[in-house]
């Protein structure tokens, strides 16, 4: 599993490492029930702290995204895929919302809006 730390990035490590865990099982490069590497594992790894992964992992699960069986592991929860979609696209939303309250602000006109979106979309 390949998570990269940003140690500028203004968001808490264990959220970085949970987004991006997140992130692998929404593209499917993890599957339902896939077994993840352990919290000592993952810290030794990534040169972090127990704790921080432990956080991290704890955040996935109460969110629902993994599950852990007492001595066996964390795993991917099977989860249905649609579900996932749909909380994100509520992120998104949550996100374009922000965002056109912040543009009415300034004036910007909704095609201004549009190519600022089109930059920003293809330069991630």
Same mark, same amino acid.
């Given at each position: 599993?390949?998570?990269?730390?940003?140690?500028?990035?203004?968001?808490?490590?264990?959220? $970085?490492?949970?987004? $991006?865990?997140?992130?692998?099982?929404?593209?499917?490069?993890?599957?339902?029930?896939?077994?993840?590497?352990?919290?000592?594992?993952?810290?030794?790894?990534?040169?972090?702290?127990?704790?921080?992964?432990?956080?991290?992992? $704890?955040?996935?699960?109460?969110?629902?995204?993994?599950?852990?069986?007492?001595?066996?592991?964390?795993?991917?929860?099977? $989860?249905?895929?649609?579900?996932?979609?749909?909380?994100?696209?509520?992120?998104?939303?949550?996100?374009?919302?922000?965002?056109?309250?912040?543009?009415?602000?300034?004036?910007?006109?909704?095609?201004?809006?549009?190519?600022?979106?089109?930059?920003?979309?293809?330069?991630?």
């Amino acid at each position: 599993m390949r998570i990269i730390i940003s140690n500028s990035s203004p968001e808490p490590i264990y959220e $970085q490492i949970a987004r $991006q865990i997140k992130d692998m099982i929404m593209r499917g490069e993890l599957s339902p029930n896939e077994l993840l590497p352990s919290i000592r594992n993952l810290a030794k790894e990534l040169k972090i702290s127990v704790i921080t992964t432990k956080r991290a992992y $704890q955040e996935l699960e109460n969110e629902g995204y993994i599950v852990t069986v007492p001595g066996k592991g964390c795993f991917v929860a099977a $989860q249905n895929k649609e579900i996932l979609r749909e909380r994100y696209l509520r992120i998104v939303e949550e996100k374009f919302t922000e965002a056109i309250e912040a543009a009415r602000v300034i004036n910007l006109t909704l095609d201004e809006l549009k190519e600022i979106l089109k930059l920003l979309y293809e330069e991630v």
